[in-house]
């Protein structure tokens, strides 16, 4: 069983900076890429970021220069800090991982994070 649960969701003005989290926790070998994606509503999600095991990273155009993904391996753990925010930032931010697991073999899943509200208004 594994579970990803964020954090750091919330109200914030224009020009506003935000800090989500997502651990990851369960019967975990190893886990490869990990991601933030947004919906908001009425829209489709959309990936934000994504970052390899190795760091390498990858943004959508529209948060490029305003946006960092990060992640400490050693806690299973990806962030997400979110500057300069916009109003077109408000949506549920959800974190995706994609994990190794092992039960009697192992195998690879993508798991989801329950998703976290982030709201940027004056």
């Known amino acids: 069983q594994v579970q990803l649960v964020e954090s750091g969701g919330g109200l914030v003005q224009p020009g506003g900076s935000l800090r989500l989290s997502c651990a990851a926790s369960?019967?975990?070998?190893?886990?490869?890429?990990m991601g933030w994606y947004r919906q908001a509503p009425g829209k489709q999600r959309e990936l934000v970021a994504a970052i390899t095991s190795g760091g390498s990273t990858n943004y959508a155009d529209s948060v490029k220069g305003r946006f960092t993904i990060s992640r400490d391996n050693a806690k299973n753990t990806v962030y997400l800090q979110m500057n300069s925010l916009k109003p077109e930032d408000t949506a549920v931010y959800y974190c995706?991982?994609?994990?190794?697991?092992?039960?009697?073999?192992?195998?690879?899943?993508?798991?989801w994070g329950q998703g976290t509200q982030v709201t940027v208004s004056s």
């Open positions: 369960g019967s975990i070998s190893s886990i490869n890429a």
């Open positions: 995706n991982a994609v994990i190794v697991v092992f039960t009697t073999l192992f195998t690879t899943r993508t798991y």
